[in-house]
């Protein structure tokens, strides 16, 4: 385990169990739909290559980055950072995210893909921290990998300062290396 974690939350294999459980939710949804599979950047790529892989039929792939600016109210405004770079009418999206927290990012890239025409929008996130869902927002994926409590995690993807995402689990940083 890495000197600056904590705790493991989540490990490798049950993270791969689960991936392998999703990867047949979708097949089961969407089995001769041909979907597109946007990855939200950065944090959603590490999850993104083992769920494509899950999902034994036709898929494309499409890549998003988004950057959230919270105000002094952390109202979180929304940028769009790379936009994807297909026409997305008709076609039957899913979002894949690495932790769904507030809900405010999700429900910004929700709405802007439908905007594009899609046929449909699903959300598909690794993790989701019910606890943390902002006044307002009711939004819900429609799979999740694991609901976790509201403790900030890093690895498979998520990164405290861009580190740690690299690890192949997901745990709790240790206090002092916030400090880094
Ligand atoms: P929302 O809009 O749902 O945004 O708050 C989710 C985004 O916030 C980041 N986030 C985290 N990143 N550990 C992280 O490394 C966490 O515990 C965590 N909680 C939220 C993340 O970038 C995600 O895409
Ligand atoms: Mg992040």
Do not use: W
């Amino acid at each position: 385990m890495h000197q600056d974690i904590q705790e493991i939350l989540l490990t490798e294999q049950q993270i791969k169990t689960r991936i392998q459980e999703l990867g047949q939710d979708l097949l089961r949804d969407y089995q001769g739909k041909c979907p597109v599979f946007v990855c939200i950047l950065k944090g959603a790529v590490v999850f993104y290559a083992d769920m494509i892989r899950a999902f034994d039929d036709h898929c494309e792939m499409a890549f998003m980055q988004i950057s959230s600016y919270s105000g002094t109210q952390s109202t979180g405004n929304i940028v769009v950072r790379q936009d994807v770079s297909m026409d997305l009418t008709d076609r039957h999206v899913v979002i894949l995210e690495d932790i769904l927290d507030t809900g405010r990012s999700l429900q910004y890239v929700c709405d802007y893909l439908r905007n594009k025409g899609a046929a449909s929008v699903k959300i598909c996130t690794l993790l989701d921290k019910p606890e943390g869902r902002a006044p307002g927002v009711t939004l819900e994926a429609d799979y999740v990998g694991f609901r976790i409590p509201n403790a900030f995690v890093v690895g498979f993807g998520l990164d405290y300062d861009e580190y740690y995402r690299n690890l192949p689990y997901v745990g709790v940083l240790k206090p002092a290396a916030y400090t880094k």
